[in-house]
């Protein structure tokens, strides 16, 4: 049996390489039957009403798909008791059911077990014998160990009896970011240096040779990327190639990779070896920004090795074939994004990650639907059709013609919808009881100003300076961060512009300040406990962020993840210094408002003591509900525990929101909470005034705004304050929302 438990990692690896989920479940069929020396093996699938279809079975013959009514059989008894059922005489059992012209008539044991994925039965695996025996508890616990694989598997397969193709092969995932994307995909990932194999090299002198031509061909390619891309991209990203084509150049490297071949390896295992040599080097110097190199030596590792192998077309070369772009891969960088030109860019589908990863976040700020969480959808190559349905969190892989044709039309009754919002640019969010809220939009990246612009927003609510950071090769200076603060108070001249400082760590990194060995990374170095400890960054940043709003007094800097008083009263103490600083410097300034944001839970209780050190409070509903829930926002095995209107959320809100009125403190809430329409009744209910969101999302907002009745909001709050559970709150204001015609508009989600 040992061995068994050995074919079970090769099952499942081989299921991942075929194409077709007809394929894989007869595949897992057949090979469950022969590991066990079983007649029968049969996979069925449950829904939730605990109906079993027959995806595939080895032994089981049928002219007609196999269905069993909700509990009928053993099958049914193993999906609704959620346990094994195993019996040496099956027809002995109160609850046997014998399929009709199945051939199942010559199996008399029976051993099945349920498939269960996110606490629910998704499908029941069997295995029948012909002798009237138990299956053993070794092959018991056997089938158990293999249900949680295939669990996975059988989620991502369509309905048998309505989809018997690859076509319109749905996969489901979470929702990043509204709206429906069409278009041909681009995978975000290639060939990786660190799985190549150690091989001997034949001719290490044509291997070296080969190693010649390999450096004049990437470095080649590497400025004519460049050059190509140097007016779609912008210039931090275009940095990027200058410091591949350094290290190319670079002696030490190009010697150490002749030395590896001469010791007798194939050039890409001699690649291989040298590249992680001089990775390690990086990863041991003490200067972070030193250490932080070993990212761009990894870099360069692949992209010499997908030269090697001939497919390194870049994903701006990949995307010019095609109408419409869908970026899909474990994670989306926020560099593969600014890579593909924002027209063509219609949908992100991530394999990892979940509503509230900053792929997430970002997506919503550039308006582009997005789909995380989806795993890795079988039989998905470069160019294929998907349509990104952001709506319910699907995705559709090579679409039949009607689907496509489906779709287009729901893209285009949106786009009207959209366009009906958009009329509403200029006019107040003000409610049907005269009450106005302020809107504003949160943004971070250059290409996401325009949108916020257009979108009617009262200003920047949260600019998420780590953005610009994120899609550069090293930390800009002070005047390259002024130049990119100034456009964003060009574009909101006179408006409030609330510039956060920088927030990195936890699941925000930035490439060449990688922060490494955190057990746990959510409660580790990040925010402003980053920033106050590598305090030259901070100052640099306060003093572009002042000089750039020059003499506008519409600057409030926000500090994130504050977790205690003293960190308030140490930047408090450094914009002194900054302010003094500038002011002999000869700079004319206004000196900012400053405010925290309100996510970290150990905030809520001291406001008290804040209301003559800041001047405003920001809430972060995105970490405030991690971290009050336990739940990592990123992580997609969790994320159906991830809900921001979570009763212990609500409750710890409705504290900010009095506990700041009685301090005298501004306050708004910036994470995605204020997009969420269920969450912005309440939140207008608790008293909350001001809010800030992406830009896409913002006419719509302002549109349920216009529609609501704020008396009936604080009604409805009272009500929800008192309910116990996520369902039964969401139940309650989405009656509301119908009822004042907000959801009856066309587009699906709202
Ligand atoms: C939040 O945590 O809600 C927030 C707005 O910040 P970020 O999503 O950037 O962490
Ligand atoms: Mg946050």
């Known amino acids: 049996m040992k061995k068994a438990i050995m074919e079970l990692t090769r099952i499942v690896q081989a299921v991942s390489m075929l194409d077709t989920p007809h394929d894989q479940v007869t595949y897992i ?53 959620r346990h094994p059922v195993n019996v040496a005489d099956a027809a002995s059992h109160p609850n046997f059911y014998l399929l009709d012209n199945s051939n199942e008539e010559k199996f ?18 069997v295995v029948q014998s ?99 891309l140097g007016s779609q991209i912008p210039e931090s990203v275009a940095h990027i190639f200058d410091a591949y084509s350094m290290l190319l150049s670079d002696q030490s490297l190009i010697n150490k990779v002749k030395e590896e071949i001469l010791l007798g390896h194939w050039l890409p295992g001699a690649l291989r070896l040298s590249i992680n040599f001089y990775c390690e080097i990086f990863k041991a110097m003490d200067d972070p920004y030193l250490r932080a190199r070993h990212e761009d030596v990894q870099h360069l590792g692949n992209k010499l090795f997908k030269t090697w192998i001939g497919n390194d077309e870049s994903s701006a070369n990949l995307a010019a074939n095609y109408a419409a772009v869908v970026l899909v891969g474990a994670q989306v960088s926020v560099s593969d994004i600014a890579m593909i030109p924002a027209q063509k860019l219609a949908g992100i589908v991530c394999f990892e990650g979940s509503s509230l990863s900053h ?24 160019g294929d059709l998907i349509i990104v349905d952001g709506y319910n969190g699907e995705i559709i892989l090579h679409p039949s013609k009607l689907v496509v044709r489906e779709y287009r039309q729901l893209l285009k009754k949106n786009k009207l919808h959209l366009q009906q919002l958009e009329s509403l640019r200029d006019k107040p969010a003000i409610s049907i009881d005269h009450v ?27 600019y998420r300076t780590e953005i610009p950071f994120m899609v550069r090769d090293s930390f800009p200076n002070e005047n390259e961060q002024v130049e990119v603060y100034e456009q964003v108070f060009a574009a909101y001249a006179g408006k409030p512009v609330y510039m956060r400082t920088l927030d990195i760590g936890g699941d925000k990194q930035l490439p060449y300040f990688p922060i490494h060995h955190e057990e746990n990374p959510a409660l580790g170095w990040r925010g402003i406990r980053l920033t106050l400890d590598t305090i030259q960054l901070l100052i640099t ?49 206004h000196r900012p408002q400053v405010g925290i944001m309100v996510e ?26 991690q971290y009050l829930l336990a739940v990592d926002r990123n992580n997609a095995r969790v994320a159906n525990r991830f809900d921001h209107v979570h009763p212990a959320v609500l409750h710890e809100i409705n504290r900010t929101i009095c506990s700041a009125k009685s301090a005298g403190l501004g306050l708004s809430l910036c994470g995605e909470m204020a997009s969420d329409p269920v969450a912005v009744v309440i939140l207008l209910g608790m008293g909350l005034r001001q809010l800030s969101m992406s830009a896409a999302m913002l006419p719509s907002i302002k549109s349920l705004i216009r529609l609501l009745r704020i008396s009936r909001a604080e009604s409805l ?21 119908r009822e004042i015609g907000y959801l009856n508009k066309p587009l699906p989600a709202i």
Not at 204 to 225: C, K, N, P, Y
Request: charged share 20%.
């Open 436 to 462: 106005s809220i302020c809107l504003m939009v949160n943004t971070g990246l250059l290409a996401d100003i325009s949108p916020g612009v257009k979108s009617g927003a009262e200003g920047v609510g949260l």
């Open 717 to 737: 709050c009272e009500q929800a304050l008192r309910l116990d559970n996520v369902s039964a709150i969401r139940q309650l204001i989405n009656i509301e929302l």
């Open 541 to 589: 940043q306060v003093r572009a962020m002042i000089r750039a709003s020059g003499n506008g007094k519409n600057l409030s800097i926000v500090l994130p993840m504050i977790c205690s008083i003293t960190e308030v009263d140490a930047f408090n103490e450094l914009l002194d210094d900054v302010c003094e600083q500038l002011q002999s410097d000869g700079f004319e300034f």
């Open 600 to 625: 970290v839970p150990a905030v809520i209780s001291q406001i008290p003591f804040l209301s003559n050190k800041v001047d405003f409070l920001s809430i972060g509903s995105n970490d405030l509900s």
């Open 130 to 228: 012909k002798f009237q025996r138990q299956l053993s508890q070794e092959r018991e616990g056997f089938l158990v160990t293999l249900a949680f694989q295939l669990a996975m598997i059988v989620a991502n397969i369509p309905s048998l009896s309505t989809q018997p193709s690859v076509w319109d092969k749905h996969s489901s995932g979470i929702v990043g970011s509204q709206g429906i994307g069409i278009g041909n995909s681009l995978l975000c990932m290639g060939a990786q240096l660190k799985d190549v194999p150690d091989a001997e090299c034949e001719d290490t002198e044509a291997e070296i040779q080969s190693w010649q031509d390999l450096l004049i061909r990437t470095q080649a390619e590497i400025s004519s990327e460049r050059e190509a």
């Open 359 to 382: 792929t997430a976040v970002l997506a919503n700020a550039l308006g582009i639907p997005a789909v995380m969480g989806v795993g890795e959808p079988k039989g998905l190559h470069s």
């Open 108 to 125: 008399k044991s029976f051993c099945g077990v349920p498939l269960v994925r996110s606490g629910k039965v998704i499908g029941v695996l």
């Open 29 to 81: 069929v057949d090979s469950i039957s022969a590991i066990l020396k079983v007649g029968a093996c049969s996979l069925y699938r449950v829904d939730s009403n605990f109906e079993a279809e027959l995806l595939a079975s080895h032994g089981l013959v049928s002219k007609e798909q196999i269905k069993l009514p909700a509990g009928v059989g053993l099958v049914g008894l193993v999906a609704k008791s």
